[in-house]
């Protein structure tokens, strides 16, 4: 019953025993079908008995009370949550071990091209498989980033299936259970489906500083040539950097060794 036992029983939830049932008989009374001609009387009086039934039993009452708490502090039915944390474990394990590693070569300068590439092939990541893996070196860099990210659950009210939230160094990609469940993604294979693009996604998202840039319609070209210019003016900037430190410590090294040898 989604109705509300005690809105049905015109009690408030903090009614006495004696209370539930004085309002028990009185609607009783006054829905009986032999007494009420109203068309819904017959209903709402089945409606009210089975409620009776439950809040006129003390042990049903206790076990109702603590299912409608929860239900009214954004709870959602075990089996469900369960099969959720199922899927969000299967799709980080299929994030870490297989999405990262094979696109782990494409993370040069801010990991754009990465990231782009990721969600350019979401619809295909859903499909958990084996993937050729990138380079131990590249792999090596992601699964430090990747460290740094972690998949959480939290029951609140909401649209939004997901959101991405910086503490610091460490980033958190948090599920949203309540508006999944609103929606009617309830089905344990339409679950597992939309936990992966959401987590795949998100991962890209992290991974590429939250700046890979949508397509222009389904054509992901011009966001991959952007993405890729990006990295490769970051990598030139660090090898810039990196040529003019090293060209002022060898000078400075000069310098050293020559005030050296004429003291």
Not at 8 to 13: G, I
Not at 132 to 144: E, I, K, L, Y
Request: net charge neutral; glycine share 8%; hydrophobic share 45%.
């Amino acid at each position: 019953m989604d109705e509300d036992l005690y809105a049905l029983m015109e009690c408030a939830p903090d009614a006495s025993a004696d209370d539930l049932k004085r309002a028990w008989r009185r609607l009783a009374r006054e829905l009986h079908p032999d007494r009420n001609p109203a068309p819904d009387a017959e209903a709402r009086f089945r409606a009210v008995a089975s409620a009776w039934e439950v809040l006129g039993d003390p042990e049903r009452r206790a076990a109702y009370d603590g299912r409608r708490g929860r239900i009214a502090s954004g709870g959602l039915p075990e089996t469900w949550m369960a099969d959720l944390g199922d899927a969000m474990e299967r799709a980080e394990r299929w994030v870490r071990e297989g999405v990262l590693p094979h696109y782990a070569g494409l993370y040069r300068g801010e990991g754009l091209e990465m990231a782009v590439r990721m969600l350019a092939d979401l619809d295909d990541l859903r499909t958990p498989r084996a993937l050729p893996p990138a380079s131990w070196w590249r792999r090596r860099q992601v699964d430090q980033l990747a460290d740094r990210i972690e998949v959480t659950g939290l029951v609140e009210p909401g649209t939004a299936f997901s959101r991405l939230v910086r503490h610091g160094k460490r980033i958190e990609i948090v599920v949203l259970p309540w508006a999944l469940h609103q929606q009617g993604v309830r089905d344990p294979v339409v679950l597992d489906d939309v936990i992966v693009q959401i987590v795949v996604s998100r991962f890209a998202l992290a991974l590429g500083g939250w700046r890979a840039p949508p397509p222009a319609g389904d054509d992901w070209s011009a966001s991959l040539a952007w993405a890729r210019s990006r990295d490769d003016a970051t990598v030139a900037e660090v090898r810039r950097t990196w040529a003019w430190r090293l060209g002022i410590g060898a000078v400075l090294g000069l310098m050293f060794t020559a005030g050296y040898r004429q003291w």
